[in-house]
Protein backbone atom coordinates (compact mmCIF):
# COMPACT_ATOMS: atom_id res chain seq x y z
CA UNK A 1 0.00 0.00 0.00
CA UNK A 2 2.89 2.10 0.96
CA UNK A 3 4.99 1.48 -1.87
CA UNK A 4 2.11 1.86 -4.61
CA UNK A 5 1.71 5.58 -2.95
CA UNK A 6 5.35 6.46 -2.95
CA UNK A 7 5.66 5.54 -6.66
CA UNK A 8 2.58 7.74 -7.26
CA UNK A 9 4.45 10.55 -5.90
CA UNK A 10 7.18 9.83 -7.32
CA UNK A 11 5.45 9.69 -10.84
CA UNK A 12 2.90 12.85 -10.35
CA UNK A 13 5.10 15.20 -8.11
CA UNK A 14 8.45 14.64 -9.87
CA UNK A 15 8.26 12.92 -13.00
CA UNK A 16 5.73 14.89 -14.11
CA UNK A 17 7.01 18.16 -13.36
CA UNK A 18 10.13 17.44 -14.32
CA UNK A 19 8.72 16.78 -17.99
CA UNK A 20 6.69 20.10 -17.62
CA UNK A 21 10.26 21.76 -16.38
CA UNK A 22 11.44 20.64 -18.77
CA UNK A 23 8.78 22.11 -21.45
CA UNK A 24 9.14 25.30 -20.21
CA UNK A 25 12.72 25.39 -20.13
CA UNK A 26 12.64 24.29 -24.06
CA UNK A 27 9.94 27.13 -25.00
CA UNK A 28 11.28 30.29 -27.32
CA UNK A 29 11.76 33.05 -24.26
CA UNK A 30 9.75 35.61 -26.53
CA UNK A 31 6.84 33.18 -25.12
CA UNK A 32 6.99 33.57 -21.83
CA UNK A 33 5.50 36.26 -20.12
CA UNK A 34 7.04 35.31 -16.98
CA UNK A 35 9.57 37.04 -15.24
CA UNK A 36 10.77 34.07 -13.29
CA UNK A 37 10.81 31.69 -16.06
CA UNK A 38 12.60 34.28 -18.10
CA UNK A 39 15.35 34.41 -15.80
CA UNK A 40 15.65 30.76 -15.55
CA UNK A 41 15.51 30.07 -18.85
CA UNK A 42 17.83 32.81 -20.26
CA UNK A 43 20.29 31.26 -17.55
CA UNK A 44 19.46 27.69 -19.18
CA UNK A 45 20.24 28.97 -22.56
CA UNK A 46 23.53 30.45 -21.29
CA UNK A 47 25.22 27.87 -20.38
CA UNK A 48 26.59 24.24 -22.73
CA UNK A 49 24.52 20.97 -23.03
CA UNK A 50 26.61 19.43 -19.92
CA UNK A 51 25.43 22.42 -17.39
CA UNK A 52 21.69 22.95 -18.69
CA UNK A 53 21.46 18.81 -17.76
CA UNK A 54 22.64 19.70 -14.25
CA UNK A 55 20.46 22.23 -14.12
CA UNK A 56 17.57 19.66 -15.09
CA UNK A 57 19.54 17.30 -12.07
CA UNK A 58 19.12 20.13 -9.68
CA UNK A 59 15.27 20.55 -10.30
CA UNK A 60 14.91 16.84 -9.53
CA UNK A 61 17.35 16.59 -6.26
CA UNK A 62 15.01 19.80 -5.09
CA UNK A 63 12.11 18.16 -5.75
CA UNK A 64 13.36 14.95 -4.06
CA UNK A 65 14.48 16.77 -0.92
CA UNK A 66 11.70 18.62 -0.72
CA UNK A 67 9.27 15.51 -0.72
CA UNK A 68 11.20 13.75 1.73
CA UNK A 69 11.10 16.12 4.07
CA UNK A 70 7.30 16.16 3.81
CA UNK A 71 7.00 13.08 3.99
CA UNK A 72 9.89 12.57 7.15
CA UNK A 73 7.50 15.36 8.50
CA UNK A 74 4.64 13.53 8.14
CA UNK A 75 6.35 10.51 9.97
CA UNK A 76 7.72 12.01 12.51
CA UNK A 77 11.50 11.71 11.85
CA UNK A 78 11.50 15.53 11.07
CA UNK A 79 10.81 17.54 14.07
CA UNK A 80 9.71 21.36 12.43
CA UNK A 81 9.43 24.36 14.93
CA UNK A 82 8.90 22.16 17.64
CA UNK A 83 5.96 21.36 16.37
CA UNK A 84 4.46 18.18 18.67
CA UNK A 85 1.29 17.43 17.72
CA UNK A 86 1.85 13.61 15.60
CA UNK A 87 0.38 13.51 11.85
CA UNK A 88 -0.47 10.93 10.49
CA UNK A 89 -1.22 10.00 6.96
CA UNK A 90 -3.82 6.98 6.07
CA UNK A 91 -4.54 5.69 2.73
CA UNK A 92 -7.49 3.84 2.32
CA UNK A 93 -8.09 4.40 5.66
CA UNK A 94 -5.37 2.52 7.28
CA UNK A 95 -2.71 4.03 8.77
CA UNK A 96 1.46 4.18 7.10
CA UNK A 97 4.28 2.25 8.82
CA UNK A 98 5.86 5.95 9.72
CA UNK A 99 8.51 4.60 6.81
CA UNK A 100 7.26 6.98 4.08
CA UNK A 101 10.61 8.85 4.14
CA UNK A 102 12.36 5.63 3.49
CA UNK A 103 10.58 4.12 0.98
CA UNK A 104 10.46 7.14 -0.96
CA UNK A 105 13.96 7.63 -0.83
CA UNK A 106 15.03 3.93 -1.76
CA UNK A 107 12.38 4.11 -4.83
CA UNK A 108 14.40 7.23 -5.72
CA UNK A 109 17.36 5.52 -5.74
CA UNK A 110 16.32 2.87 -7.37
CA UNK A 111 15.33 5.20 -10.57
Known amino acids: MEKEFIR ?3 NGVINENLVLYKEIIDTPIAEVTDE ?5 ISLYNSVDRSRQETIVDIFKQVMIDTVSTM ?21 ND ?5 CLQDIFLELTEEE
Open 94 to 98: QKTDD
Open 8 to 10: SLI
Open 36 to 40: YWKNV
Open 71 to 91: LGIIDGSIAIDDYENELELRI
